[in-house]
């Protein structure tokens, strides 16, 4: 998977997420990371900036046009199919680790978890 880990940071899993649905462009993908966390997670330009540089380094986003607004340029990114694939192996891992964790507390609530 270009070298890179399956695990992700929270920052860059929001990322992924953000524009999983379609291009966004980089404020764009500010206030839906800040919608998908409810809050928690508030990207600063410099900080989104870099992790998408990385990401399209890496092939899991790629840009996705330019437009002139307000005499400011708004550059559009989207999703790879690369990226689309870590973030489906990234959910697919987090639900697993949810999943025994959730077992676990299962077990602790009922008294049958190991001492």
Same mark, same amino acid.
């Given at each position: 998977?270009?070298?890179?880990?399956?695990?992700?940071?929270?920052?860059?899993?929001?990322?992924?997420?953000?524009? &999983?649905? +379609?291009?966004?462009?980089?404020? #764009?993908?500010?206030?839906?990371?800040?919608? @998908?966390? /409810?809050?928690?997670?508030? !990207?600063?330009?410099?900080?989104?900036?870099?992790?998408?540089?990385?990401?399209?380094?890496?092939?899991?986003?790629? &840009?996705? +046009?330019?437009?002139?607004?307000? #005499?400011?340029?708004?550059?559009?990114?989207? @999703?790879? /199919?690369?990226?689309?694939? !870590?973030?489906?192996?990234?959910?697919?891992?987090?639900?697993?680790?949810?999943?025994?964790?959730?077992?676990?507390?299962?077990?602790?609530?009922?008294?049958?978890?190991?001492?």
């Amino acid at each position: 998977m270009n070298g890179v880990s399956a695990t992700l940071q929270e920052p860059t899993f929001l990322i992924l997420s953000a524009l &999983a649905e +379609g291009p966004l462009h980089g404020y #764009g993908v500010i206030q839906e990371v800040d919608s @998908l966390s /409810d809050g928690r997670v508030v !990207l600063r330009p410099g900080t989104l900036y870099g992790a998408l540089d990385r990401l399209v380094e890496q092939q899991f986003v790629a &840009a996705a +046009g330019e437009e002139v607004v307000d #005499g400011r340029l708004r550059r559009y990114y989207r @999703l790879t /199919d690369a990226g689309a694939q !870590l973030l489906d192996t990234e959910i697919q891992r987090m639900t697993s680790n949810a999943r025994a964790a959730s077992a676990r507390l299962r077990r602790r609530a009922q008294g049958t978890a190991p001492a």
